[in-house]
């Protein structure tokens, strides 16, 4: 079984950047299927970014254009950069794994986006 931490949150003003960094431990990681969600306060968790064990990604509509994920194997850690951030992009950020429909959840990172 895997477990994640990500890290890279803070306090960013509108239109600036950060990238997050989910870090695993155990399980195998490259086969796992990595994802990124999002929840803000008062709201429910939403999806943001995937990319598959075989690199394939996909975006929510948010954030197409404006966030890229990607993933080191060797290093066993999932990356979302995040640029052209907005205050609605405030939320906590977890990092998801999943393999043979089982899910892993990190603790999540909180990002901020204000002037």
């Known amino acids: 079984q895997v477990q994640l931490v990500e890290s890279g949150g803070g306090l960013v003003q509108p239109g600036g950047s950060l990238r997050l960094s989910c870090a695993a431990s155990g399980g195998t990681f490259s086969s796992y299927n990595m994802a990124w969600y999002r929840q803000a306060p008062g709201k429910q968790r939403e999806f943001v970014a995937q990319i598959n064990s075989g690199g394939s990604t996909n975006y929510a509509d948010s954030v197409k254009g404006r966030f890229t994920i990607s993933r080191d194997n060797a290093r066993k850690t999932v990356y979302l950069e995040m640029n052209s951030l907005k205050p609605e992009d405030t939320a906590v950020y977890y990092c998801?794994?999943?393999?043979?429909?089982?899910?892993?959840w990190g603790r999540g990172t909180q990002v901020t986006v204000s002037s």
């Open positions: 998801r794994g999943r393999l043979f429909s089982r899910d892993y």
